[in-house]
């Protein structure tokens, strides 16, 4: 769970594989330290990281569907940090090819030019946009009824360089209001995840007492736990020996780990895809992506990068025949 990026599915393969870093630390909840040496779950106040204010770690925004669990900055300055980095990707393509006749585009690297995927957004897509009436309709920055250009503006208007009415916004106020842009976003990521996490039986949603609570199925106990007291603490819910003050107060914390453990899920898996693709897989703009062709909105950019991510981690060379002792039942006829 800690300084590990994991990769993607290796196409049909339905495998995976992690890159292990050391001395990098990954944005989100650190469970480095979850244990003390006796081997005992400890309580620290300090790692949900800000996520906790006035004892909660959500907020409600007028017109969102659900309320918004709070991200901790570190995970925000490192989306903020992708999205800049891909706009000035994104201009410095789209000044190339302002640059370039036609005939040298149907000549230039395909997709990237040809389709011109890499002046387009494939990690910030869009945006919920905030009014002083609440939230607005959801506002696409890849779309194929967009030019390039005309993405960038709209990106540009309703993230990057935000106005309240005539004004553009101070930079305090732009930075609370990306801050609560990219909350929403990953909200709605969050929300899926739970529901898959429900479907698989990892996680199950009891009502009690007209009371709503998410009980542990198969997720990492030792973790939730370390949540969810780190969470009591912060909150002044424990008592002298370290527990929860009463039974209904733990189950209540249990039921908010959960959530934020799955949010650091989703944070780091997005983190992950960033990265890989920073590392092994190259700009996303160089493979074919796919369109709704009625709305014109970006549905798959994946389609065919994942057909070549099992190249990614490959050594070019058979690691099974390096491996010893291995029984025989796992051995074909030719051993």
Avoid: C
């Avoid at 930075?175 to 479907?199: A, G, I, P, S």
């Avoid at 009980?215 to 969810?228: H, Q, R, S, T």
């Avoid at 209904?248 to 990265?275: C, G, P, Q, W």
Wanted: no cysteine; aromatic share 8%.
């Amino acid at each position: 769970m800690d300084n590990t990026l994991t990769g993607p599915t290796m196409s049909d393969k339905k495998s995976y594989y992690g890159v292990h870093l050391k001395g990098i630390r990954i944005p989100g909840i650190d469970y480095s330290h979850m244990y003390d040496n006796s081997g005992k779950i400890v309580v620290d106040g300090n790692a949900l990281g800000g996520q906790v204010r006035d004892g909660s770690y959500s907020y409600d925004i007028a017109g969102f569907d659900t309320p918004v669990v709070r991200q901790r900055q570190d995970v925000i300055d490192q989306f903020l940090s992708y999205a800049y980095a891909e706009r000035e990707s994104i201009i410095k393509t789209i000044n190339a090819m302002s640059e370039m006749t036609e005939e040298e585009k149907k000549n230039a690297v395909k997709n990237f030019y040809t389709s011109e995927n890499g002046a387009k957004f494939s990690s910030l897509l869009g945006v919920w946009p905030v009014t002083k009436d609440g939230v607005g309709s959801y506002v696409s920055f890849n779309n194929a009824k967009l030019t390039p250009k005309q993405a960038l503006e709209k990106a540009d208007k309703n993230f990057f360089t935000p106005m309240i009415g005539d004004r553009p916004m101070t930079e305090r106020e732009a930075n609370d209001y990306r801050r609560t842009l990219l909350e929403m976003v990953l909200q709605k990521r969050l929300t899926t995840m739970m529901m898959n996490l429900k479907q698989k039986g990892l996680i199950e949603l009891v009502v009690d007492d007209g009371n709503k609570y998410w009980v542990n199925k198969g997720l990492p106990a030792d973790a939730i736990e370390f949540i969810a007291k780190s969470l009591l603490r912060s909150q002044n819910r424990l008592d002298a020996t370290g527990n929860a003050i009463d039974q209904n107060t733990m189950r209540t914390a249990i039921s908010s780990a959960i959530v934020l453990f799955a949010n650091d899920m989703v944070v780091k898996h997005i983190m992950s895809v960033e990265e890989h693709e920073r590392l092994y897989a190259s700009n996303p703009g160089y493979f074919k992506w796919k369109y709704d062709k009625k709305t014109g909105d970006l549905t798959n950019r994946l389609v065919e990068q994942i057909k070549r991510n099992g190249g990614d981690g490959s050594t070019g060379i058979n690691n099974f025949t390096e491996l010893t002792n291995i029984p025989e039942h796992w051995l074909d006829k030719d051993g």
